[in-house]
């Protein structure tokens, strides 16, 4: 069994920065991949970014560029680095491993 902790989010203005942290705990020696997911008010889930544990990344075409996902295996922890953050990017963001465990979601609004 693995067990997610997310850490970070909250209220950032356009244009700012915010920085995302998930740990995982338990059996994490079953965990290949991670990655984040997000979900706007209103709309479905969307993947942001995952990463596998040889480091391969792939990301959603509208956070290339602005998002960084990257991951310590000595800490068992992924993190996602936002960066030029847009008002739509307002939604809670879920930290995930192997596609079907998931974290307790972390609020991030964009707004002045």
């Known amino acids: 069994q693995v067990q997610l902790v997310q850490s970070g989010g909250g209220l950032v203005q356009p244009g700012g920065s915010l920085r995302l942290s998930c740990v995982a705990s338990?059996?994490?020696?079953?965990?290949?991949?991670m990655g984040w997911y997000r979900q706007p008010p209103g709309k479905n889930r969307e993947l942001v970014a995952t990463?596998?544990?040889?480091?391969?990344?792939n990301y959603a075409g509208s956070m290339k560029g602005r998002f960084t996902i990257s991951r310590d295996n000595t800490k068992n922890t992924v993190y996602l680095q936002m960066n030029s953050l847009k008002p739509d990017d307002t939604a809670v963001y879920y930290c995930?491993?192997?596609?079907?465990?998931w974290g307790q979601g972390s609020q991030v609004t964009v707004s002045s």
């Open positions: 338990g059996n994490v020696f079953n965990i290949y991949i």
């Open positions: 990463i596998t544990t040889g480091g391969s990344t």
């Open positions: 995930n491993a192997n596609y079907d465990i």
